[in-house]
């Protein structure tokens, strides 16, 4: 009996070397203080455009690119976000934002972080159980899940446990449909993670290296579809 092709089995056959050697550099952002490293990397980006099958239009000004980045997430990380240059479809800038995003939330979630008037985090002590909340707060935002936390406290409820938090959200303004977007985005990174983790060939101890910046492309460098390709054209 043949064996069965995995989604993972798939999308590793999408994953060329330039690919992962972006993804292990951008892992490098990684430490000790996380759980994450290139095999999260490699689940999310899975996850957002199916390794850059399923990436949008440029200039887009919903989530866009590779790892899906929102308009206002890619230019607070310095992005450029255009119809002529939209980085968001770079693999190497991409992966460094989305990782340095994920870090970022990480560090939202280990402490009390203001986030908006009146809103902060709960923090989390378990490294393991706040990266659901970090995943599911790059698939819906930091602030949404920052009030069902408060909103799981109001309750009597564990604010630290994603079990707990993860049922209020459908008392936000969020519809049926994204509720339930969220709770399988988290579980579903975490499932991939772990067989990424089992036969993906990217070095695991990446998130040791040193970071490496990558070339600029310059200013006469600018991104066309062609044919269902997006092509970096440089005069």
Request: charged content about 30%; overall charge positive; aromatic content about 10%.
């Amino acid at each position: 009996m043949p064996k069965k092709v995995s989604n993972v089995d798939i999308w590793l056959t999408r994953e060329t070397s330039h690919v992962r050697k972006a993804l292990e550099n951008a892992s490098s952002y990684f430490d000790s203080k996380d759980d994450f490293n290139v095999n999260t990397l490699e689940a999310i980006y899975a996850q957002e455009s199916s390794f850059g099958l399923l990436k949008r239009e440029h200039g887009s000004k919903n989530p866009a690119g590779e790892f899906h980045l929102g308009v206002d997430t890619a230019k607070r990380y310095g992005l450029s976000v255009a119809k002529g240059n939209d980085q968001r479809f770079d693999i190497d800038y991409a992966s460094i934002t989305a990782a340095r995003y994920l870090k970022d939330l990480n560090k939202f979630f280990s402490k009390g972080t203001p986030l908006l008037k009146g809103l902060k985090t709960i923090p989390i002590q378990d490294i393991a159980e706040r990266r659901r909340f970090v995943l599911a707060s790059y698939n819906v935002g930091e602030g949404t899940i920052a009030k069902a936390q408060r909103l799981a406290l109001q309750a009597g409820k564990d604010p630290t446990d994603w079990n707990n938090v993860k049922e209020f959200l459908k008392a936000l303004d969020l519809s049926a449909k994204k509720v339930k977007e969220i709770r399988e985005y988290v579980d579903n990174v975490s499932e991939n993670e772990i067989e990424f983790a089992q036969k993906s060939s990217a070095d695991k101890k990446a998130k040791d290296w040193k970071f490496t910046k990558p070339k600029s492309q310059g200013n006469k460098c600018h991104w066309i579809t062609k044919d269902g390709h997006h092509i970096l054209i440089c005069d």
